[in-house]
T-cell receptor, first 115, second 112 residues
Framework: DAGVIQSPRHEVTEMGQEVTLRCKPISGHDYLFWYRQTMMRGLELLIYFNNNVPIDDSGMPEDRFSAKMPNASFSTLKIQPSEPRDSAVYFC?????????????FGDGTRLSIL | GNSVTQMEGPVTLSEEAFLTINCTYTATGYPSLFWYVQYPGEGLQLLLKATKADDKGSNKGFEATYRKETTSFHLEKGSVQVSDSAVYFCALSRNRDDKIIFGKGTRLHILP
């Protein structure tokens, strides 16, 4: 089975530019999570969706960040305008919400560098 | 609130040494407990889990026992290999919760 697929794997851009990160969850999973990982702050949950609906976006750092899930097989995380402090690895994860205590499955991440 | 505390790294061991990474948790009710591993350049992947008290999760030679009396879920391996070098995350979720609460991670270096 295909796992969670993220694109691009690496992104380097200049500050002020718009950045769009993409995620395809595992088919049939009804939960989707976006995380950010840095050395300083560790792993942070930004936002998560259930059945394409945003449930909790309290981790989104500021209005420059937005996330959408237009259908069950695709989600985007957008940063506009980007700043150097947004440099991090961004992970997408999905989970099958049927049954309790199912684990999250992570993609390999997008390494974002804002110059 | 719910939280996970794990020992700070990095932990450096020689190959074939015994490994323990401590993890304690705070949660209401009866959470499920997980260990995730992150290899360089990759996302987190589930290593093992336990869903009730006294359960032992095991995988790839790693073990962890759910101890409700000490609110702990320590990760152990009898003989580590260089390929075990990674970051290990302890995590919990309460029944029917949407989110998983992760610890800060422990970086493990195994020297040949």
């Amino acid at each position: 089975d295909a796992g969670v697929i993220q694109s691009p794997r690496h992104e380097v851009t200049e500050m002020g530019q718009e950045v769009t990160l993409r995620c395809k969850p595992i088919s049939g999973h009804d939960y989707l999570f976006w995380y950010r990982q840095t050395m300083m702050r560790g792993l942070e949950l930004l936002i998560y969706f259930n059945n394409n609906v945003p449930i909790d976006d309290s981790g989104m750092p500021e209005d420059r960040f937005s996330a959408k899930m237009p259908n069950a097989s695709f989600s985007t995380l957008k940063i506009q305008p980007s700043e150097p402090r947004d440099s991090a690895v961004y992970f997408c994860a999905s989970r099958d919400g049927r049954g309790s205590n199912q684990p999250q499955h992570f993609g390999d991440g997008t390494r974002l560098s804002i110059l | 609130g719910n939280s996970v505390t794990q020992m700070e790294g990095p932990v450096t061991l020689s190959e074939e040494a015994f490994l323990t990474i401590n993890c304690t948790y705070t949660a209401t009710g009866y959470p499920s407990l997980f260990w995730y591993v992150q290899y360089p350049g990759e996302g987190l992947q589930l290593l093992l889990k336990a869903t009730k008290a006294d359960d032992k999760g095991s995988n790839k030679g790693f073990e962890a026992t759910y101890r409700k009396e000490t609110t702990s879920f320590h990760l152990e391996k009898g003989s580590v290999q260089v390929s075990d070098s990674a970051v290990y995350f302890c995590a919990l979720s309460r029944n029917r919760d949407d989110k998983i609460i992760f610890g800060k991670g422990t970086r493990l270096h195994i020297l040949p």
